[in-house]
Nanobody, 126 residues
């Protein structure tokens, strides 16, 4: 399984970006997908996750109402729509996938994921 994250860039505060995570090498619908971010000197932070169909989602309080996770199983791609971006959202953003089912909130923990994308930089400027 391989994941390829893209869509990062430089955006002004209050702006929007949509990140994409292209999945290959497996059956996409067998995988939970999560998004994380890591700023310099900080631990990797959970942002959002969704189950195989996209019908169940979970968000970190820090992004709830601003970010939206989704997936297009026909395109083997997951997305993270980020709105109302703030300076504190500056980080490297990672997508991750694991075939463990949707239960017990394991997906909140980065150690629960077997596969990771390479990361895409998001920089929010004032």
């Amino acid at each position: 399984v391989q994941l390829q994250a893209s869509g990062g860039g430089l955006v002004q505060a209050g702006g929007s970006l949509r990140l994409s995570c292209a999945f290959s090498g497996g059956t996409f619908t067998s995988y939970v997908v999560g998004w994380f971010r890591q700023a310099p000197g900080r631990e990797r932070e959970f942002l959002a996750a969704l189950n195989w169909s996209g019908g169940s989602t979970h968000y970190a309080d820090s992004v709830k109402g601003r970010f939206a996770i989704s997936r297009d199983n026909a395109k083997n791609t997951a997305y993270l729509q980020m709105n109302s971006l703030e300076l504190g959202d500056t980080a490297v953003y990672y997508c991750a996938a694991d075939s463990t089912g949707w239960y017990s909130n394991w997906y909140l923990n980065a150690r629960g994921y077997e596969y990771w994308g390479q990361g895409t930089q998001v920089t929010v400027s004032s």
